[in-house]
């Protein structure tokens, strides 16, 4: 063989392997997109640590496990859906936990809230896509039972302003539970204890 030979042979193995681990990486975040999903995914990675990609249901919810030498961000539900013409959420789900810290601001009070996202969201949060995710009002992340009434008015979108519903409504990807502070509502707790949602229904 000769070197050019050699060159061009080493040069084709090098493609073949960025494409390779492009591929790997598109067919991870793909399979994120379905079902019940610890994540959120971006990029092929995950943003929680120490946590499978799956969740199984129970019943009409799930459970998670918080972790002290771990982070979750968010529980993604592709499966949800929010029928036309609903007025409100009602969000039923039980906390028992004996410490719960932000990650980015262990000083600040965790917060836990739903998020509507919407198909096409490349989570920059850039231009119009500021606004593929909207976030409910944060309710503080504390032992007890709740059932939370959320009109599908009045969202804000990442950035912490107001913005129409009506695209994401009408184009939903995804619901999700996030777990984080004020000013990072999906930027991950860690902890001890659990997070049940019991269940989650549009009326």
Known sequence: MT??????????????????????????TASAQAGLVIGPWISGKTRSKGYPMRLDRQGKGWVIHLKQDGQINAVLDYEASIPAGALKLIWHYRADVTSAQPV?????????????????????GEGE???????????????????????LTGWTNVWGQPA?????LSDLSNVAVAFG?????????????????ISLEAI
Do not use: C, K, N
């Open 3 to 28: 070197t050019d030979t050699f060159l061009i042979a080493l040069g084709v193995l090098g493609v073949l392997a960025v494409a390779v681990l492009f591929l790997r990486r598109e067919h991870r």
């Open 104 to 124: 980015e601001r262990p000083d600040a009070a965790p917060l836990v809230s739903l998020v509507l996202q919407r198909e096409g969201d490349d989570w920059s």
């Open 129 to 151: 896509r500021g606004s593929y995710r909207l976030y409910s009002p944060a309710f503080p992340l504390e032992s007890g039972e709740q059932s939370r009434e959320i009109p």
């Open 164 to 168: 129409d519903m009506g695209p994401v």
């Open 181 to 197: 502070h004020s000013s990072g509502r999906m930027h991950g707790v860690s902890g001890a204890g659990t997070f049940s949602q």
